[in-house]
């Protein structure tokens, strides 16, 4: 019952450093999302796909990308981390758009950026 | 737009105390409302969800009544435990085109202390 998968769980990045966040689901879910959360301010969608090989932009989607290559995997980027980007991220996947639509999220990603 | 209210906390009480966290909410057309619980170090869950109005939902004895009239979907449960302590996230669900768009509030702490 792995559901969905984040790795890494915490990293430290120096401002101007990229990397990658992974994202998997075993559930064959068609949506995937990427929120952050930060104090405050609840869950904000940053980017989300709608299913293989597409990509949507959320509320903040400035300074991610994101790659939706195969079905189970979500991968979000950041290029050129930046110190407001420090955050907790969480993957998120469900089934497909309906009323009552149930998301299941991944335990986390924290990130700080230096 | 579509937004949440909640009562943000930090709501502390003593076990075996009832719990109501507060959520009302703005939206065009008839969303779907969900409570979901956030562990501490953990992702969120889903607690409970209505689809209609009227409708009532319920699980782990908490409970919350989809209220059209007054746009509510209070959280209640009638005795808390330690175990209950966690963040409680308002959100509903509004179809757009292809996407159901979940809208999150704020977050809600709770402390059950013995």
């Known amino acids: 019952n792995a559901g969905v998968t984040q790795t890494p769980k915490f990293r430290v990045l120096k401002t101007g450093q990229s990397m990658t966040l992974l994202c998997a689901q075993d559930?064959?879910?068609?949506?995937m999302y990427w929120y952050r959360q930060d104090p405050g301010m609840g869950l904000r969608l940053i980017h989300y796909s709608v299913g293989e090989g597409t990509t949507a932009k959320g509320e903040v989607p400035d300074g991610y990308n994101v790659s939706r290559l195969k079905k189970q995997n979500f991968l979000l980027g950041l290029e050129s981390a930046a110190p407001s980007q420090t955050s907790v991220y969480f993957c998120a996947s469900s089934y497909g758009p309906g009323s009552g639509n149930t998301i299941y999220f991944g335990e986390g990603s924290w990130l700080t950026v230096v | 737009g579509n937004s949440v209210t909640q009562m943000e906390g930090p709501v502390t009480l003593s076990e075996e105390a009832f719990l109501t966290i507060n959520c009302t909410y703005t939206?065009?057309?008839?969303?779907?409302l969900f409570w979901y619980v956030q562990y501490p170090g953990e992702g969120l869950q889903l607690l409970l969800k209505?689809?209609?109005?009227?409708d009532k939902g319920s699980n782990k004895g908490f409970e919350a009544t989809y209220r059209k009239e007054t746009t509510s979907f209070h959280l209640e449960k009638g005795s808390v435990q330690v175990s209950d302590s966690a963040v409680y996230f308002c959100a509903l669900s509004d179809r757009v085109t292809s996407y159901d768009k979940v809208i999150f509030g704020p977050g809600t702490s709770l402390s059950v202390i013995p």
């Open positions: 209505a689809t209609k109005a009227d």
């Open positions: 559930m064959n879910h068609e949506y």
């Open positions: 939206a065009t057309g008839y969303p779907s």
